[in-house]
């Protein structure tokens, strides 16, 4: 699990010029901003009405704002105080088709101080869905570029073959995206790029966090986990000789509806997976 590497003070670019700043922020510093990027992918199977399932593949332009508090917001505790430095943020996703509203969310990230276990950043999130979640985790920073690990969108069903076809949507080729690997997607957009430094953010519900879901979802297509990197680069820009922040993510959230083939007491697993390659405005 990551861990936040230090609370010192952090290095603000605005515009390709960087200042030195005191920030309470820590690792969290550079996400402070507007981002806009209309690199991102949308995947995700639903179900079809019929017993069966549709996968959606979608590419998007997303507007990410992040804002912080000017105070971190007090636990009081027992004995001490936890000060939690906080962001606010809003997203808006809409279809590079047809510009239709795919996705709203709005939430916050924190920086954990005075914690009493390894989990140092939260992030809380709420969608319109009737979805709200808490995922926990913490962060690194490297020199160059990310390492961006090769995922799977296969849905988990259980021990013992698939039906004949059961993934062909999965398999069919897509220009400019990888259905079984996004996060290929996202190499690809860094492929020509000098990137001199990366801070990578992971946050998971697994990590003493959790999801909690309206009755209708619950039912229906039951949201039961996530877990989501972020990747905070510094791009040198060959045109002016500067630098330019760059933020990429990758997020999958797992979603239980249909029997599994082989264990009807057990539903299928549907990996909903989220990419995008965004630059701060």
């Not at 332009?61 to 943020?89: A, C, D, K, M, W």
């Not at 007491?265 to 405005?281: A, C, D, E, G, Y």
Request: with cysteine; net charge negative.
């Amino acid at each position: 699990m990551l861990k936040v590497t230090s609370n010192a003070p952090q290095t603000i670019r605005l515009g390709g010029a960087s200042t030195e700043t005191n920030s309470m922020f820590g690792p969290l510093t550079d996400l402070i901003g507007t981002w806009v990027g209309n690199k991102g992918w949308n995947l995700v199977a639903v179900p079809n009405q019929k017993g069966g399932f549709l996968l959606l593949v979608q590419p998007y332009t997303e507007t990410l704002t992040i804002t912080p508090l000017s105070t971190p917001t007090p636990n009081r505790g027992t004995h001490v105080v936890q000060q939690v430095p906080t962001l606010l943020y809003s997203l808006r996703i809409h279809s590079n088709v047809d510009g239709s509203l795919l996705h709203a969310e709005n939430g916050t990230w924190l920086l954990l101080n005075d914690c009493p276990d390894e989990f140092s950043i939260a992030r809380q999130a709420s969608v319109p869905h009737g979805d709200s979640l808490l995922a926990l985790g913490g962060s690194a920073v490297n020199s160059g570029a990310p390492n961006i690990p090769e995922i799977s969108t296969l849905p988990i069903t259980g021990p013992g073959s698939k039906p004949l076809g059961y993934t062909d949507p999965y398999l069919t080729p897509l220009p400019g995206f990888t259905k079984t690997n996004p996060n290929a997607t996202l190499q690809a957009a860094i492929a020509g790029q000098t990137i001199t430094s990366t801070t990578t953010i992971s946050v998971s519900t697994a990590n003493k966090g959790g999801i909690t879901n309206i009755p209708f979802i619950v039912q229906n297509a039951n949201t039961t986990s996530f877990e989501a990197t972020f990747w905070i680069e510094t791009v040198e820009n060959a045109n002016t000789g500067g630098s330019f922040q760059q933020l990429q993510y990758s997020q999958t959230a797992i979603i239980e509806f249909i029997p599994q083939f082989h264990d009807p007491s057990k539903l299928i697993q549907w990996p909903h997976v989220n990419i995008n390659t965004l630059v701060k405005q």
